[in-house]
């Protein structure tokens, strides 16, 4: 089909410029008669003289054999004709005009549909219609496939990405997965307590931590290995911090930071937030700073 249509493109396209090419010619040919006719014996009715006949003739056929190269060739003048055989050739007939008479002049002209040349032209043709043809099978194989890639993902259940904390030792900082721009920073003590509390409560999710009693002696060794993984990362510090002094101030800065990473996760506080202590007396005795609820996949240390 492509093919089919740029060859009939390329025919017509031909055949205008050959029509224009053979209309410059005639019209070149009916000047030359023109600059001629002076010396040309035509018979003329008017004064009734009736020419040289075969003079006429001969100059029909020496102007033929300077058009030999051409589609085009001259049968008659007037009355006076070389009975050329049409084969198939288109006859037309153009008038010039002197002052006391019309003459006509009777072109053979020959259309030739097909060129050796044209060879060349219907094989580019055909290379640029099976190239053409393949590109067209690419573009509409690979829309099927967006397509049908589009339609499967579309039916593929949507896979909620879990939201966790993210302790990122290098930089000291603490953050959320799903929004990297929100973060609160740590000081060292704190930093390094908050890290071995989770270790801590992960490893022993039942445990009671309560701030009246000691720190036990597992959660101060698992403080202090992150304290001396900062110091291999490089952190300036001046001496290691005593994690079983100011525990309350230490829990209040965690807090603190997780308030700020938490704005938009309030209901992760149950996971990560060390529980405060309410009320007095008995009940205050009996509170737990643990993180009961914490497990190994809700927490991501980059650093570690």
Not at 116 to 126: H, K
Not at 165 to 190: F, S, T, Y
């Amino acid at each position: 089909m492509i093919f089919s249509a740029a060859l009939l493109t390329f025919k017509l396209s031909s055949y205008v410029q050959q029509s224009q090419h053979n209309d410059l010619i005639m019209a070149d040919i009916e000047n030359r008669i023109a600059l001629d006719l002076p010396r040309l014996d035509l018979s003329n009715r008017f004064l009734k003289h009736s020419g040289n006949h075969d003079a006429i003739a001969g100059y029909l056929q020496r102007l033929n054999m300077q058009l030999i190269q051409q589609p085009i060739q001259v049968n008659t003048i007037n009355d006076v004709s070389l009975a050329l055989t049409n084969n198939g050739r288109e006859s037309r007939i153009g008038y010039l005009e002197t002052s006391d008479q019309k003459v006509a002049i009777t072109f053979l002209i020959e259309t030739r549909w097909w060129h050796i040349s044209d060879i060349y032209i219907v094989m580019i043709l055909l290379l640029l219609s099976f190239l053409f043809s393949k590109w067209a099978e690419l573009i509409n194989r690979t829309s099927l496939q967006y397509l049908a890639l589009k339609e499967q993902t579309e039916q593929l259940p949507l896979v909620n990405v879990q939201v966790k904390l993210v302790i990122d030792l290098q930089d000291k900082v603490l953050a959320i997965n799903d929004n990297a721009e929100i973060k609160a920073g740590l000081a060292n003590k704190p930093l390094c307590f908050y890290l071995a509390l989770i270790e801590f409560c992960v490893e022993h999710p039942d445990v009671t931590l309560n701030q009246n009693k000691d720190v036990p002696d597992e959660l101060i060794e698992l403080a202090n290995k992150y304290f001396y993984r900062l110091t291999q990362l490089g952190h300036t510090i001046r001496k290691r911090p005593n994690f079983t002094n100011s525990l309350e101030k230490t829990l209040s800065e965690i807090r603190a930071a997780l308030d700020e990473v938490l704005i938009e996760h309030s209901q992760l506080k149950e996971i990560y937030y060390p529980p405060k202590a309410h009320g007095e007396g008995s009940r205050s005795r009996l509170h737990s700073y643990g993180l009961s609820n914490i497990k190994a996949d809700d927490i991501e240390v980059i650093g570690k």
